[in-house]
């Protein structure tokens, strides 16, 4: 069975993505979380919050939402893995038609 899709569109104006936080960073970002020989099942993000009272998953949205130019605050939620470094984020509101893969890996790595 083939990893799940690191980039996942359930409907035309969201997106989901399969994330690996590494909490209590320097600074919120993007950055490479696997070797290049083994199959991407994950994006790492870095983020300046400690994994306390759900403060890295709030960084966590508030950072995912920033990338995307997503303002509403309930646009952008841990739909699995809230209490783990495994975490699927979905962005809605998004305009339609305006994100393919290709834009959203130059956003994500606009972000590193």
């Known amino acids: 069975m083939p990893p799940p899709p690191v980039i996942h569109f359930p409907a035309p104006s969201v997106i989901r993505l399969s ?10 970002r ?4 696997l070797p290049s020989t083994t199959p991407l099942t994950h994006l790492a993000v870095q983020l300046a919050a400690r994994p306390v009272d759900g403060e890295a998953n709030d960084e966590l949205c508030r950072f995912v939402g920033g990338v995307f130019g997503v303002r509403r605050r309930g646009d952008v939620r841990v739909v699995r893995g809230e209490r783990s470094r495994e975490k699927t984020v979905q962005v ?6 305006r994100w393919d893969e290709a ?3 130059d956003a994500i790595r606009a972000n590193m």
């Open 19 to 28: 994330l690996h936080a590494k909490p209590g960073a320097r600074q919120t």
């Open 30 to 33: 993007f950055c490479d979380a």
């Open 103 to 105: 834009r959203i890996m």
């Open 92 to 97: 809605e509101g998004l305009e339609e038609g």
